[in-house]
């Protein structure tokens, strides 16, 4: 148990939808990251929200677009949805960006696109 | 750019032997380390992880990493496997500085299959 909560746990979406995916964070965390883990892959880091803003990005496009809340609590979200964009999505939450703290992660969201 | 290299994609030993999985990490700046366990449809699960001090971490279930600069390996081992320990193992690095601040750069994995 991380108490890092992700929701939904598995979903099915249509390419060209849009998808929401949100994540609690540990209590007292104000760091959270988002991840993209592909079949058969190592989580690829989308990116990372510190005290509601982003302040890191991976090589993702600009459809994919997070919010971080004043609890610490954040979205991901997704346009335009691709069949590539079918995987686990990782919440990742830590006391402190980059300090070596512990970081937690969720039991993930799998998305699942047709 | 930090990178980090699992060498094996997949390792079967038997219960009680040695498990060994083996981590490179390439990076200007000693990054924090970390390995993560990930068993079928779950989320990752932390080991054990290396910042600053003694270089041999040791982690939960009886795992253990040694940081070795001069090699750059961060290589995860148990004396004795477990039915239990089948799982996929994942090194991953912390940056600490730099553009890619509080990114975690993961390898690949390594599928470890416990055999009886």
Known sequence: ETGVTQSPTHLIKTRGQQVTLRCSSQSGHNTVSWYQQALGQGPQFIFQYYREEENGRGNFPPRFSGLQFPNYSSELNVNALELDDSALYLCASSQARGSGNTIYFGEGSWLTVV | ?116
């Open chain 2, 1 to 116: 750019a930090q990178s980090v290299t699992q060498l094996g994609s997949h390792v079967s030993v038997s219960e009680g032997a040695l498990v060994l999985l083996r981590c490179n990490y390439s990076s200007s700046v000693p990054p924090y380390l970390f390995w993560y366990v990930q068993y079928p449809n779950q989320g990752l699960q932390l080991l054990l992880k290396y910042t600053t001090g003694a270089t041999l971490v040791k982690g939960i279930n009886g795992f253990e990493a040694e940081f070795k600069k001069s090699e750059t390996s961060f290589h995860l081992t148990k004396p004795s496997a477990h039915m239990s320990d089948a799982a996929e193992y994942f090194c991953a690095g912390l940056n600490a500085g730099g553009t890619s601040y509080g990114k975690l750069t993961f390898g690949q994995g390594t599928i470890l299959t416990v055999h009886p």
